[in-house]
């Protein structure tokens, strides 16, 4: 996070909550096992086993509604995504100007919990960017003063278009 930014001119700031990482349903042998999604090498925390990816799938859609889980690649194949699942709360990270506040305020769409509010709208983008990156949002979207979409932008793994046929990776 941009540690210059956070709690600058701040009355009765919270902190900013933590992050998490996106899940993933992996088949596995008989069994479809839920994680954390890494990307570093490390061993992923097994979050739960399931008889069958419908079953996992199910869970994972109630876990999502329920958790500040952002997101889950659904596997197709060790190499392949066939879906993703997305967490409401994680669908738009938006950027808009408050008249009351005279400010850029970023906030989630669907939330009343504010990352912050800057007099720069740059600065708010900038910061609202590494916001999208850090918890995996969705969409961010960027409003003008007058509260009309200027531009959307894509999580990365919208943008890669990951669930697409014959997009392959190794885990």
């Not at 839920?34 to 419908?54: A, C, I, Q, W």
């Not at 708010?124 to 979207?141: G, T």
Request: hydrophobic share 40%; proline share 4%; aromatic share 8%.
């Amino acid at each position: 996070m941009d540690a210059e930014i956070l709690g600058t001119g701040a009355i009765g700031a919270i902190s900013v909550p933590d992050s998490k990482p996106p899940i993933e349903i992996v088949a596995d042998g008989r069994e479809s096992v839920v994680r954390e999604f890494v990307t570093d090498g490390s061993k992923p925390r097994v979050l739960s086993r399931y008889e069958n990816r419908r079953l996992a799938e199910r869970a994972v859609r109630k876990q999502l509604s329920n958790s500040r889980y952002p997101c889950a690649l659904v596997w197709e194949t060790t190499q392949s995504v066939g879906g993703l699942l997305w967490n409401d709360q994680f669908k738009r990270l938006q950027v808009t100007y408050s008249q009351l506040l005279a400010a850029w305020m970023v906030a989630p769409a669907t939330d009343e919990f504010m990352f912050c509010a800057l007099d720069d709208s740059q600065q708010a983008c900038r910061f609202a960017k590494s916001i999208q990156r850090d918890y995996e949002f969705k969409h961010l979207e960027i409003q003008t003063k007058a509260g009309a979409t200027d531009r959307i932008i894509d999580h990365r793994f919208l943008r890669q278009s990951i669930t697409d046929s014959g997009v392959q990776f190794t885990r």
